[in-house]
Each structure stands twice: as C-alpha cells, then as structure tokens.
C-alpha cells in the first residue's frame, strides 16, 4: 500500500521535473489549448425563453406546449397604465390608452392587442347586433358617453380585474406576440420597441405611471440578469481572488501565476459551452464565478506547501517538485470528486443547471491540468521570495493547539456536534417548495419593480384549462355551455383569484344581445343550434386581430378557461389545483374533465420535480465519491466513513435553512450536488495527511491527527475562506436563485469546515482506539513526535 502512493508520488515529481525542464513548451502548449477551446466562446449567446428551464420531457412543458399550438401563444407584454388622478375614464387618460393601443401594433411579432377601449362591445340595435370599439376617439365625447362607457366596462366580466381594475383607476393593456423562434434576438428586438413606447406615452402623458411586465419582459429579464451578473460579479471576483491569495501567499508573482491559472480554466469552460452551442441564462453564467472560486483551491495547497519548503530551506525547484508529489493524490481526488458532484447536475429537470454543471466539470478539469503543469512552470520562471523560517508559524501553533483540543475532548466533540447536528438536520421535513417567476429579480431589475407595481391591480399568474365537448361544434352545445357557467361560477369564487376569462360569459352576452338586451336573457342559450348562429355572426363581426381563435380552438371541439391568480405560494397555488380537480370529479361529465396548464404551473411543479430527480442524481453521486475514496485511499474503511462528513454538512444545511428562510425554490435541489462535490475536497486532503502519518510516519492515530492538522489545517482554512467568499459574490446577484445558491453553499462550506476538523478527527480516534492498543507497542505516540521540523509534508 505504502510503495503504491509513493510510486504515484514519484511518478508526479518525475513529471514536473520534466514540465519545468520543458517550461517554454508547457507555456505554449498551455496557450495553444486556451486559445483554441476559448475561441468557442465566440458562440455563446443569452437565452431569451424561460422554457429553457424545463427540459423536453418535462410533462408540464409539454402539456402547455399542446395547449399553445391549439390556442395562441402566451407570450405577451402588459403595460399598466395608472393614472394620478385616479380615473381611467377621462378624456385625456383613455386618449393615452387609445393611442398606446394602436402604436402596439407596430411592436415586431404582435398578433393581438386588447384593452378597455378596443374591447368589442356588443348591443342590439332593433333585430340587429352591433359589435364596435367600447371607446372610440375619447377626446371627442362628453362626460355622459365616458360615464356610460366606464360603467359598461366595470359590468363587464371579461374587463373587470384583467383589463380594468374594480373601481376603474387603473387600467391594462395586454399586447400577444408570436415569436418565429429563429434567434436569440427577437425578444429583446420586442422589448426595445416596447419600452422606447412606454417612454414615448409616459412624456406625452406626464400624468400617467406606467408600469411593463408579462413574459416577454420575464424572458428578457433573463438575459439582461445574466448580463448584468458578468458586468458586476467577474471583475468582483478576480479582484477578490487576487487580494486574499496574495495575502495568504505574500508573493506577486505567485499571485500572478494563481490568476493565470483560474483565468485559463474559466476561459476553457466558456469556449466548451459556446462550442457545445449552450445558450447562456443567470444560472449557466455564475459557472465562471464558480469556476474561479474552486480553481484557486488546487493552486492554494501546492502553494502553501512550497512555501512551507521554502522556509525550510529547500531551493525553489525542489521546493516546487516537492510541493506537487505530497498534493497530487489529494488534488486529483478532489478534483475528479468535485467534477463527479457537478456532473450529477445533469440529472436535473432544469437544463440551465445541466449546463452549469457541464460547464463548471470543464473548469475544474482545466485548474487540475494547469496547477500541476502550468503553475510550477510559471514559478520556477518567476521571482519568489519567501524568508526562511526554522520555527512554525503562529497559524501552524494554532492548528497544533487545535489538535491538541480536539485529541484531548475527542469523546465531548463527537457527541456535541454529532447531535447538534442531527438536531438540525430534524427539521429538513418543515420545508415548503415555493416559485414564483416575479421574484427570482432584486429590485435592480426593471421587470421586478414594474411587476411588483402591476401586482398590486391585476394578477399575473394565469392558470389556463382547455375544456373539450363532444365533437366539433360541441362548444354550443347547452349542457356543455351550463357545465362551462358552473366551473366558470366556481372559479371566481376560490381564494386568490382574481380574474376568470370563460366564453360562457360571451354566449351569456350574445343572448341578451339578441333579446333585445333584456337582462333576463343573461344566461346560456337553450338550443345548440341558436347558439352556434350567434357565435357564428358574432364571429363574422369581429376586427382582424381580435377574433376567438384565442378561446376556440379551430373545430371548435373545445374552448380556453383562464383563471388568474394574484401572488400565491405554490402550495397554495397546489391547493387550488386539488380543489378544481375534485369539483370537476364531482360535478361534470368524464369528457370535460382537464388539467391545468401554463407557465405558472410549470414553475409551481418544477421545485418537487427538480427535488425528486436530484435526489437521484446526488445519491449516485454519494456512491460515487464513495467509491472513488475507497480506491483512491486504498482503504475501505477511511472511504466510508468520509461519507459522515461529507454528507451531514449538507444535510445539516437543509436544516438549517428550514429554520433560516423556511421555504425552498428549484434551485435548492441542486444544491446536495454542488455541495457534495466541493466539502468532500477538505475531508480528502485531511484523510490523505492522516494516511501519510500512519503509513510513513508510522504515527498512531493521535499522532497523525496532530501531523494533519499541522501540514493541511491551514491550506483548508484558508481554502473555505476563498471558497465562503466567492459565493458571498454569488449572493450579490440579480438573480434569486443564484442567490439562494450561494447562501446554502455558503453555509454548507462552514459546517463541512466545522465538522471536518472537530467531529472527523473524534470519529478517527474512537475509530482506531482499540487497534491503537495492539500497536501501541509498535508506533510513536503522541508523546514521542519528532520535532516539528520533521512534521513535513
């Protein structure tokens, strides 16, 4: 066992002596990869759909898909206009409204515009149905005609509270695109256009706030989040990274050689995604903040422990030589441990986190790669001054009285943080899934704040259901039209919502229309055949763009139900899907019954169905660490019992979380995996010095704890405090989920840090207490270490 990691070791001495002797070619080489992987990058472009978060064969997706391609896209832009006078219905304020109306047309890709003042209002007049505009050229009519017009509005079921809100002060205007999907650049070409009239109107009408939101401007808002996350986190990063490896390491020129690296390893992961034809979203961008984060740690333990020879008195190429034949077993494990974690992220519902994944596995590949060839290449060309130091540094003597603790209370420790932390993992089961698509923005974001403002007037979380009859034609059939009424009664009477839009409440109107608007006739025709006349010439009345092919489908075998929610939970958003759901079982025919769609339902669904996948995927990750630890220490049980510290810091995140916040999104599930596979990295190079105390040393277990300490216990310190730091710039973000990302693997690092160093090292000595007896006569103990010149790597 003992000459196996010892050839392996001096296989890598070996080959850095011949890096070093080959510097220049190394540099080249190192170049000619960078540029030519890096040259991809060229490709990379900013998704502008929010359906990239759900993979084909996400159910939800498919579902809303089906019902897009049978009923018009929903992709749309929502301006809320709220006047300061409070009144829509004045002359001036329904002029703004007319006029940003007809100008929407000309936004690229609209297929429909509707508002208060092109809502087709229907009346008889004599055996006549007259079908116009509800408001036409507003600044030519008196106040009679505006309070006629206002009160039709607020009696309208169709208006009230969707584009008009109950006491006529705010009003809405709800413009539908259909993209051809040919580029990334046709959303934001809409958005542009959107906005620059949005300002036109507000300057012209100085007297109206008005706010833009809808899921155009939620698809844009993606893009320009990841964007703004660039601009601002990268410079924020690399300047970080610079500062606290130059002040562990005390060299420029070693500082500079660590940014080479990073940067060489962050510019091979973007050129992968961009050849690979990923298209960027705010989640896939935090890769290079990731990616820089974990590539310093490889660098860090090389460097620290060249720095540790150095004092000691060794020349720069020995000391270099020396500094990667003790680490390279532990770089290499942590690295192919750490690509293990981020590749299970592929078993994600959400393909951006695949992306992330893929992407942050390439970087991490590209940091091992040029830590152990790049670096020491670099160094040896560089001038490093590092004073000689016969004595330990007052870190060291604080890892050694560390260990000396946590030898001397190992029985109080385990049981302490043991139970501790059970006690908070208890609470992982209190844990609620919410998403909601508003609030994965800070308020630097223009969709955030207008969203906010448009949610205080009208809902923004449509639910849709498309209700089959029996056969074409079977929307006007009675009973089915009765059937519609009821559901239609039943929705607006459900917590949350806001706005029901039914096409029963047309056919109600068309009959009244065509009794001469008596009120009595306001209900569901009696005679399929009559309703199917009035449809039919209600249809023949209708205006290019403003038909009913948005609420029937093309045989008319089924119509479109929206039931809108204002803010709710997605439990609470489950809540009102169960009850649908049990009134349709009980009070329609089979044939009508339906399942609720639209991108607030895929959102409500994706957290569990993220959980449950990454559930999967982090527990062949577990096996596989596993496993990679029982070969990679030769040593079964060392590798399993990694598997304590390496999995309770994640749990004991989730509890803590659950007491923290109380509410996860869809991120979260991801958060075991990418954990995983960077705690893991402190318990290997903590293990890895215990095994070489044990098998070269020929310490007890006592004494291989204090070696540990002393020759890692600062490398991972300061590798958790990079590592806490450059996910603090994570929570800097834009984007929520990013955000939450960070936070959880923040936390998730300290506890990793916590348990590494004072549970694991208790775990190890109760562990071996009775083997420690047998050999007790055979090794040093811990009374019998050499001095601490000779606790060297």
Do not use: C
Not at 265 to 292: E, R
Not at 542 to 569: M, V
Request: glycine share 6%.
């Amino acid at each position: 066992m003992k000459s196996y990691f010892k050839h392996v070791e001096d296989k890598a001495a070996d080959l850095t002596r011949s890096f070093i002797r080959y510097r220049w070619a190394v540099i080249i080489v190192s170049l000619i990869l960078a540029t030519l992987v890096g040259s991809g990058a060229q490709h990379l472009g900013f998704s502008t759909n929010y359906r990239v978060f759900f993979s084909d064969a996400n159910p939800e997706l498919q579902n809303f898909e089906k019902f897009q391609n049978t009923y018009t896209k929903n992709d749309n832009f929502l301006f809320v206009l709220a006047p300061r006078d409070g009144e829509v219905f004045t002359a001036n304020n329904l002029s703004a409204v007319e006029e940003l109306t007809e100008r929407a047309w000309k936004i690229p890709y609209v297929i429909r515009v509707d508002s208060v003042t092109n809502f087709q209002h229907t009346f008889a007049e004599g055996e006549d149905l007259v079908v116009e505009d509800l408001v036409k050229n507003a600044e030519s009519h008196g106040e009679v005609y505006l309070a006629e017009r206002r009160a039709v509005a607020l009696a309208e079921p169709l208006l009230k509270n969707q584009l008009i809100n109950h006491d006529g002060s705010v009003t809405a205007i709800n413009v539908v695109l259909q993209y051809p999907e040919k580029g990334f650049l046709e959303v934001p070409e809409s958005v542009e256009v959107a906005r620059a009239l949005k300002a036109d109107i507000s300057e012209k009408y100085p007297d109206l706030e008005i706010y833009l939101t809808g899921v155009s401007m939620l698809n844009n808002a993606f893009a320009e989040t990841g964007m703004l996350d660039g601009q601002t986190l990268m410079p924020l990063m690399f300047g970080l990274i610079f500062i606290l490896v130059w002040l562990v390491i005390r060299s420029l020129s070693a500082t500079f050689s660590v940014f080479v690296v990073i940067s060489f390893s962050t510019i091979l992961a973007m050129g992968f995604a961009g050849l690979s034809g990923i298209k960027l979203t705010p989640i896939s961008m935090s890769a290079p903040i990731v990616i820089l984060t974990l590539a310093v740690a490889d660098s860090i333990h090389i460097l620290i422990s060249f720095r540790g020879y150095l004092r000691e008195g060794l020349n720069k190429i020995d000391a270099l030589v020396e500094a990667v034949r003790v680490n390279f077993l532990a770089v290499s494990i942590t690295s192919v441990t750490t690509i293990v974690g981020f590749l299970m992220l592929n078993f994600s519902d959400a393909p951006p986190y695949w992306h992330l994944g893929n992407m942050t596995a390439v970087g991490i590949a590209g940091a091992w790669l040029f830590s152990l060839t790049l670096l020491p290449v670099l160094i040896s060309l560089l001038p490093v001054k590092i004073k000689t130091q016969s004595s330990p540094s007052i870190s060291q003597k604080l890892m050694d009285k560390l260990a000396d603790f946590v030898i001397a209370r190992r029985n109080f420790l385990l049981f302490f943080f043991g139970g501790a932390t059970l006690a908070v993992i208890a609470f992982i089961p209190t844990l609620q899934f919410n998403d909601q698509w508003v609030e994965y923005f800070d308020e630097r974001i223009e969709f955030r704040v207008d969203s906010d403002k448009a949610q205080e007037h009208f809902g923004l979380y449509p639910i849709e259901y498309s209700v089959p009859a029996i056969g074409p034609g079977g929307v006007s059939e009675p009973e089915y039209l009765e059937n519609l009424e009821r559901f239609t009664e039943f929705l607006r009477e459900q917590p949350g919502v806001t706005h029901v839009f039914s096409f029963s409440d047309i056919m109600k109107r068309l009959n009244r229309n065509m009794h001469e608007d008596q009120d009595t006739y306001y209900k569901i025709p009696a005679d399929r055949e009559l309703s199917a006349q009035y449809l039919l010439l209600y249809e023949l009345s209708l205006p290019y763009g403003l038909d009913l092919n948005d609420r029937i489908n093309i045989n008319k075998s089924a119509s479109r139900i929206t039931a809108t929610l204002a803010r709710s939970s997605s439990t609470e958003t489950k809540e009102f899907f169960a009850r649908v759901e049990n009134w349709q079982a009980e009070n329609w025919p089979e044939y009508m019954h339906t399942s609720p769609t639209s991108a607030a339902v895929m959102f409500t669904y994706i957290s569990k169905r993220n959980f449950d996948n990454m559930i999967k995927g982090t527990s062949i990750g577990i096996l596989a660490i596993s496993l990679i630890m029982v070969l990679a220490l030769r040593n079964v049980g060392l590798g399993l019992l990694s598997l304590v510290p390496n999995t309770l810091p994640i749990l004991a995140t989730f509890g803590a979380w659950a007491l923290l916040i109380g509410e996860v999104g869809f991120s979260i599930a991801t958060v075991a995996s990418i954990s995983l596979g960077i705690v893991v990295d402190d318990t290997v190079h903590f293990l890895s010095k215990y095994l070489r105390a044990r098998r070269e040393q020929g310490f007890n277990a006592e004494g291989a704890i204090r070696y540990a300490f002393h020759n890692v216990g600062i490398a991972i310190v300061v590798n958790t405090i990079i590592l806490s730091f450059g996910f603090l710039v994570m929570m800097t973000s834009a984007f929520k989920m990013n955000v939450d990302l960070g936070l959880m693997t923040l936390l998730s690092i300290v506890f990793a840090l916590i348990l590494d160093f004072l549970f694991l090292p208790a775990l190890l000595l109760i562990g071996s207490k009775a083997r420690t007896e047998k050999i007790n006569a055979e090794t040093k103990t811990s009374s019998e270490l050499p001095k601490l010149t000779q606790l060297s790597h």
